[in-house]
């Protein structure tokens, strides 16, 4: 079959783009994570589990590319989403240096398939049609019912079982531009940036905001993000991902494995990432899930961004100040962590939020000469010291700071047992107070001092 060239090809700037493409439930989220060789886009037999684009920088071929996953074409969404849906499917196909267009083996050529072909109609140049789910012989031969199709040839593959993926690339291969810059994986982001929160508080309204485009489906309709999609943007020559997460139900309002999975991946989106942005909706009260989140961060050491979002709602209603007391009443184990009053309908304070996670993010990395970490804990022994325990005093020998993300500190003692929890988090704060780490948490870790008898006599700890 002859080819006309692509009427508007892509311009390279980036890596290339893969858009995967098709009908609901041909295998399009199994075949990206195959091809990523990691568990991306959430699989599952519902139609209509991936609404968002879902992007992933993977190596293909031989070279970096991004592989964009879509929205089923021809979905019946029960949220009335199918425009949304469509609408960034298109956006993937305008913006793709090559198109996946994904058909299923085992059900053979269907009405929808049809619809998705004319769609891709003046897209010729740039598609490879995949038949999807071919893991015998027998279902390979069905490749002769897609030639009506008037793509070629497809290649038959198994995404699920990673059968004749080398196949696919060897046919992708030369749809992709060439280039020094693309011939090795995208380095990786200096910032990922995970927006967590309850269900419908504006994470995607923010991601938008922040890209200058409709990147993400924004809808009325609580937990619209079903999967956790990384969006990669540049900032003043800085290359950052935002994680835009599924929204955090309660456990009884999760229904079915779709909806638990996305949570996981929230969570999972979370340790990954650098900097959480905790993302609260001002026109409602912070309850029992924000704090739930709040403590997940915590228990990870993960720095954390308070983001009120909608906040233009709630002019007149209460101060600035009077909001950031009331969070802090709520929220009692992040009062460190500071607070951002951001609009994504107005764009208000959208770029504060990243020059915030910015600053976070420095801090988490930070190192500290032991000088100076000793003298701060010896300022923080000398306030408060341990309790005596059956007439023994926990001592500090010496401290020294061993890791960053978060900043780490062990303090060698006389005995670990001495020290209570309620000590530790003293020195916590202390340490937050003293050293360049004041927005974000730290651990202190105790170990036992090793010492020998002719030195123990001699010993003397910051309280003699």
């Known amino acids: 079959m002859s080819r006309t060239p ?36 959430i699989v599952e037999s519902t139609a209509g589990v991936t609404r968002d684009r879902v992007g992933v920088v993977a190596t293909v071929a031989g070279r970096t590319v991004e592989l964009v996953d879509t929205g089923g074409v021809g979905l019946v969404d029960r949220h009335g989403l199918e425009a949304a849906v469509e609408a960034q499917a298109a956006r993937a196909l305008a913006d793709a240096h090559a198109i996946l267009f994904v058909v299923d083996a085992r059900e053979g050529r269907l009405p929808l398939d049809v619809r998705v072909a004319r769609r891709l109609r ?14 015998t012989e027998g279902l390979a031969w069905n490749a002769a019912e897609f030639l009506a199709l008037g793509f ?68 009325e309709v609580p937990g619209t993000t079903r999967d956790s999609v990384d969006v990669r943007l540049e900032r003043d020559g800085r290359a950052l991902v935002l994680i835009d997460t599924a929204g955090i ?5 999760v229904q079915g494995s779709l909806e638990f999975y996305a949570q996981r991946r929230a969570e999972k989106a979370m340790r990954r990432a650098d900097v959480t942005a905790l993302v609260l909706d001002a026109t409602a ?28 709602a709630c002019q007149g209603r209460m101060k600035a100040t009077e909001f950031a007391r009331y969070v802090e009443a709520a929220i009692p184990g992040l009062p460190f962590a500071p607070l951002v009053f951001t609009s994504a309908v107005t764009g208000h304070n959208v770029e504060r939020l990243l020059d915030v996670a910015w600053r976070l993010a420095g ?37 020294s700071q061993v890791d960053v ?60």
């Open 6 to 41: 692509d009427p508007d090809p892509p311009p390279a700037a980036t890596p290339p783009r893969i858009a995967i493409v098709g009908r609901p439930n041909v295998g399009k989220s199994t075949l990206l994570n195959a091809l990523a060789g990691t568990r991306v886009s």
């Open 249 to 253: 139900r309660k456990e009884r309002s």
């Open 122 to 135: 003046g897209h010729e140049a740039r598609v490879v049609l995949v038949m999807n789910k071919a893991e």
């Open 285 to 312: 009260e912070v309850g029992r899930l924000d704090r739930r989140i709040a403590g997940y961060a915590l228990r990870h050491h993960q720095p954390v961004v308070l983001v009120a979002n909608k906040w233009d």
């Open 152 to 219: 070629g040839e497809p290649v038959a593959v198994s995404a699920l079982n990673g059968w004749h993926l080398d196949d696919l690339e060897a046919r992708l291969d030369p749809l992709l531009p060439r280039g020094p810059a693309f011939e090795h994986r995208a380095p990786e982001p200096d910032l990922k940036l995970a927006l967590v929160g309850r269900v419908n508080a504006g994470k995607s309204s923010l991601v938008n905001a922040l890209l200058r485009d409709e990147r993400m489906i924004v809808s």
């Open 405 to 464: 993300r978060p900043p780490t500190f062990v303090l060698f003692v006389n005995d670990k047992s001495l020290f209570p929890s309620t000590w530790l988090r003293f020195v916590e704060n202390r340490l937050r107070e003293t050293l360049p780490v004041a927005e974000v948490p730290v651990r202190v870790v105790l170990r036992n001092r090793e010492r020998s008898p002719s030195r123990a006599a001699g010993s003397r700890g910051p309280d003699a």
């Open 363 to 399: 801090q988490a990395g930070t190192r500290v000469g032991t000088a100076e970490v000793n003298r701060a804990v010896e300022a923080a022994y000398a306030l408060r010291r341990p309790r005596p325990t059956h007439g023994r005093v926990g001592r500090v020998y010496y401290a």
